[in-house]
Nanobody, 115 residues
Framework: QVQLVESGGGLVLAGGSLRLSCAASGSIFSINVMGWYRQAPGKQRELVARIGSGGGTVYADSAKGRFTISRDNVKNTVYLQMNSLKPEDTAVYYC?????????WGQGTQVTVSS
């Protein structure tokens, strides 16, 4: 089992920045993928960005150039630096941890961008 604890959401004005963090604990193996997904009201959950244990990254088109995902493999923590935030970035952001064919999810953290 893997437990995920997220932090860093909140309310910000358009154009502002937020940094999300997610710490994983439990039965963690060296090969895994950590990422962030988001779900806005009335919409499906969608990938924002993910990063493998080797450092390879994938970004949604909406995140490219504005968001940066990074990780600390010693702390088993993934970060999402979000800059130039837009009202359409408003959503619940979920941390995801994938290893050995299992998906684990955090409880979600609300990000609200006000215009």
């Amino acid at each position: 089992q893997v437990q995920l604890v997220e932090s860093g959401g909140g309310l910000v004005l358009a154009g502002g920045s937020l940094r999300l963090s997610c710490a994983a604990s439990g039965s963690i193996f060296s090969i895994n993928v950590m990422g962030w997904y988001r779900q806005a009201p009335g919409k499906q959950r969608e990938l924002v960005a993910r990063i493998g244990s080797g450092g390879g990254t994938v970004y949604a088109d909406s995140a490219k150039g504005r968001f940066t995902i990074s990780r600390d493999n010693v702390k088993n923590t993934v970060y999402l630096q979000m800059n130039s935030l837009k009202p359409e970035d408003t959503a619940v952001y979920y941390c995801n941890f994938f290893q050995r064919s299992y998906d684990y999810w955090g409880q979600g953290t609300q990000v609200t961008v006000s215009s």
